[in-house]
């Protein structure tokens, strides 16, 4: 039997072209997965900081992980992300610190939203958030976004705590490549097929 031959009764005895295509299909989802949670950015939020030279002593990272430099174990409040979609980002909020409220200041695409001067940071405005009360959440709150959503907490019951702005990216529509790419190697798939078959 020539290698055509075996090749071609292979093919055949593990399902045929759909079967194929179908784990060809599965292999690319999975690689794309893996691809997207390569890049994916951490739970806290990519720091982006301010232009007005304001440095908090703390960060949301270090706030979740009660790591706060010389308030090491203590609860902070924090943000973590939740979801994403094409237009939206949808957060947690949590302050189960014992100093009072916290108010999470929100950002929506970089827009600068307030009016009102901030009075922890010079030069800036106090934009629209989110209060969340003493040992409260407020959970699976979304924001509509084109590209992203800052978070900030500079207002509340303690200054230690306070971190400057973190970035929530919207999901990103996949690159027009990666499915042509997809698309030729089917093509190149079903052209093989029917040499095997001719």
Known sequence: MNALARITRTFHRQGGLATSLRRIAATCALSLGFMAAAHAAPITGTPVGNDFGWAPNSTNALNFAEAVPGR???VAPYVLFVSNTTGSVVLDFFN?????IAFFE?????NAAGTN???????DTIHPGVF????AS????????????DVRLALGGERDWDFDWVRFDVAKVP???AFVLVAF?????LLGRRRLTS
């Open 106 to 110: 929100i950002r929506i695409d970089g």
């Open 72 to 74: 090491e174990g203590q």
């Open 185 to 189: 190697g089917l093509l190149g798939l």
């Open 96 to 100: 189960f610190a014992s100093a009072g």
């Open 132 to 135: 969340v009360g003493n040992q």
């Open 138 to 149: 407020e959970l699976n709150r979304e924001f509509l976004a084109s590209s992203f959503v």
């Open 175 to 177: 690159e027009p490549s």
């Open 117 to 123: 001067p901030h009075p922890v940071v010079t030069g």
